[in-house]
């Protein structure tokens, strides 16, 4: 029962605060989730956004999310703390099913195939400035 499984989690955090607290606060994070037994796998900070709504009267939110390992049994505990931490305006942890871990890596694959559509821009670009 204490095989680790795979998570991501979004959080927003109060995009109101100076840049060396967000900092902080993505260091409580990452601390947390590595103190309670977990791997973190990636990190991806998105940077400020502008919410759809108003969250504690806050409209702009600073965007994280973070794909980690850990036992089940310590996802109650990270959550827990998540929620008293008042800067943290909302997140969510889910658990990586098998079925979206075999969607992403097709995504992944296609996308490489194909490229991305800056990257076929610039090949026509290229192909262009051939002729």
């Known amino acids: 029962m204490n095989t680790l499984k795979q998570y991501e989690c979004t959080v927003i955090i109060d995009g109101g605060l100076q840049d060396d607290?967000?900092?902080a606060?993505?260091?409580l994070v990452k601390k947390t989730v590595t103190d309670k037994g977990g791997v973190?796998?990636?990190?991806?900070?998105v940077g400020r956004r502008k919410m759809a709504y108003l969250i504690r009267k806050t409209s702009i939110g600073y965007y994280a999310h973070i794909e980690f390992d850990a036992v089940p049994s310590v996802i109650a505990e990270i959550e827990r703390v998540f929620r008293y931490e008042e800067a943290i305006l909302r997140f969510l942890i889910i658990q990586l099913s098998s079925p979206l871990l075999e969607m992403r890596k097709r995504v992944e694959k296609y996308s490489v195939m194909l490229g991305s559509p800056e990257d076929q821009a610039e090949a026509?670009?290229?192909a262009d400035a051939k002729n």
């Not at 973190?40 to 900070?45: A, D, G, K, P």
Request: negative net charge; aromatic residues 0%.
């Open 21 to 23: 607290a967000i900092a």
């Open 40 to 45: 973190i796998n990636n990190v991806l900070e």
């Open 124 to 126: 026509e670009a290229d």
């Open 25 to 27: 606060v993505m260091e």
